[in-house]
């Protein structure tokens, strides 16, 4: 269990709190969380800007175990997949909570597993036959809209929601859009390897 890996399991323990935090039934067990009124409009439910945090936080573990590990050479078979897995569960099941609740539409998490499930089978199965799927700048792009707008979600979209700019909406769709582009791409680019035999 080397460091990234650390960093890995440390990233997925931190899921976990998030999913407590966001759907633990705290007023049902007699706990009162205050509002914070950022406006007279706007009320802030205190949870969702500590899970926004939390869930930097873990994002920024993905990016300090992929450095370390390239840069160490400390790169596993466990820690590629535990890294494939932590970040699933990470994103999805705050884009599952947040849709759950009322916070996005229902088509954004659909359309982005989905994508992400067809995607990863490609993956899978070009690589059982020698061929390592490289990203795109495509589902680069995807995934730092997808990851800003989970974030200015989880803050309410503030600042932005003062002046009535839904950029944590729009920028969740661009995601989805984007999804849609690059997991067709995905199947242009590897198509050969699902329907041809011998590869």
């Known amino acids: 269990m080397n460091l990234p890996n650390k960093l890995t399991m440390l990233r997925i323990f931190m899921t976990f709190i998030i999913i407590i935090i966001l759907l633990f039934p705290f007023s049902a067990m007699g706990i009162d ?22 869930f930097i936080l873990a994002s920024l573990t993905d990016f300090v ?22 970040d699933k569960i990470l994103v999805n099941s705050v884009l599952i909570i947040l849709c759950a609740q009322g916070f996005i539409h229902p088509i954004i998490p659909v359309v982005i597993i989905i994508r992400d499930t067809i995607v990863d089978s490609i993956k899978m199965v070009a690589g059982s036959k020698g061929c390592v799927v490289a990203a795109i700048k495509t589902g680069k792009f995807k995934t730092a809209s997808l990851m800003v707008g989970i974030v200015l979600t989880l803050f309410y979209n503030l600042p932005f929601e003062l002046w ?10 661009v995601a989805a859009v984007l999804s849609i582009i690059s997991g067709i791409q995905y199947f242009t680019m590897n198509k050969k390897y699902i329907f041809e035999e011998g590869i």
């Open 33 to 54: 969380i205050p509002p914070l009124f950022i406006n007279e409009l706007l009320s802030v439910d205190i949870r969702y800007p500590i899970a926004g945090v939390l």
């Open 65 to 86: 175990d992929g450095y370390i590990a390239r840069s160490r050479n400390l790169i596993t078979d466990f820690g590629k997949m535990m890294d494939a897995i932590a």
């Open 164 to 173: 009535n700019i839904h950029i944590s909406d729009f920028l969740l769709i």
